[in-house]
């Protein structure tokens, strides 16, 4: 992976990470995962975005440059993970929402749970990150240089596996098409509309 791949907006690298796969080194071993669903986010023009209103000290891996890990706390529960993409000073990343374990199984699932199925184990960007052993710590971690975690290339897919819809759980902007995920797909996350969402007006 370099970084003219990722040197794009968020809603055009998305869905080209499909297929690639993320590796996290822990002193407990190894786990890598292959994307399977993504999410788009931008700044200041998306309303749904955590850079909206401008940078600030929890976004700033956010505004670059490209292949860093922006990592954040959702609702004080789950860590979530996201692909910086585009402009070095321009907010722009991914979030990885879905994904197959590759390697390390039994390490992913002694994390998620004994009970937990395989297709479940990195289902949910929550999930992902507790399955491949991603905290706050690795917050702006360089995914090009190898290191503690790392992306890669996976296997090219055909176009016809890569499906778009809306948003999951945002409450603003949810209806953009901004989601991509591979079509019957098991590791995938089910859509949910957010109760605080508003349906659009009309003229």
Not at 56 to 72: D, E, I, K, S
Not at 118 to 138: D, K, M, V, W
Not at 165 to 174: C, D, E, I
């Amino acid at each position: 992976m370099n970084i003219d791949f990722l040197a794009h907006p968020a809603e055009e690298v998305a869905p080209k990470l499909l297929g690639s796969v993320l590796t996290c080194n822990t002193p407990e071993g190894t786990v890598s995962i292959a994307i399977t669903e993504t999410e788009a986010y931008s700044g200041a023009a998306d309303p749904a975005s955590h850079a909206h209103r401008g940078r600030t000290v929890r976004n700033a891996t956010m505004f670059g440059p490209a292949g860093h890990l922006y990592v954040y706390r959702s609702h004080g529960l789950h860590w979530c993970a996201n692909i910086v993409t585009g402009t070095d000073g321009i907010a722009s990343a991914v979030l990885i929402r879905a994904g197959r374990v590759i390697e390390g199984e039994d390490l992913a699932r002694m994390r998620r749970g004994e009970k937990v199925a395989s297709p479940r184990l990195a289902r949910g960007p929550g999930n992902f990150c507790q399955a491949l052993g991603i905290t706050g710590e690795h917050n702006g971690t360089d995914l090009l240089t190898g290191a503690s975690v790392a992306l890669s290339e996976g296997e090219p897919l055909p176009a016809a596996l890569i499906q778009v819809g809306p948003r999951v759980g945002v409450s603003k902007a949810h209806d953009w098409q901004h989601r991509f995920y591979l079509a019957g797909d098991p590791t995938v996350s089910a859509y949910r509309l957010s109760p605080r969402a508003k349906p659009p007006t009309g003229p």
